[in-house]
């Protein structure tokens, strides 16, 4: 599967460098523009700019949590139909349900591999892209 996502805008919210750094490299290769926010005050301030097409966003960061941005997301009316996907490297049911809650589209549990986040933009996003 190697689908061409060379129109696709995806935003990585991750407090870890390293994390927004590999995947970037990764979609980069897969065609995606890439946004990448250090947490959620960040991501939201770009969100508007952006407009991005799907959002990865950690559980775990300061300041606003992946929680509180995911619903912050989906509560606003432009975005609410953006898919967001949940990172996080607890691979608990309480984890996963919490996300659910808050409106996330699919939870991805680090380290994640590069057919789970090409395989969540496919699902998610790349089937509309392709008429």
Avoid at 64 to 85: H, M, R, W
């Amino acid at each position: 599967m190697d689908a061409n996502f060379s129109d696709l805008k995806v935003m990585i919210i991750d407090d870890s460098k390293t994390i927004r750094r590999t995947t970037e490299t990764l979609l980069a290769k897969a065609g995606c523009t890439v946004i990448t926010a250090i947490d959620g005050f960040d991501a939201l301030a770009k969100i508007a700019d952006t407009k991005p097409d799907i959002i990865f966003v950690d559980i775990m960061m300061p300041r606003l949590d992946g929680y509180q941005t995911c619903a912050l997301i989906k509560n606003n009316s432009e975005f609410k139909d953006t898919p967001v996907i949940m990172l996080s490297s607890k691979d608990g049911l309480f984890d996963k349900a919490k996300g659910r809650i808050v409106g996330s589209d699919q939870y991805l549990t680090k380290p994640f591999s590069k057919n789970e986040l090409l395989d969540a933009i496919q699902t998610h996003v790349a089937n509309e892209a392709v008429d």
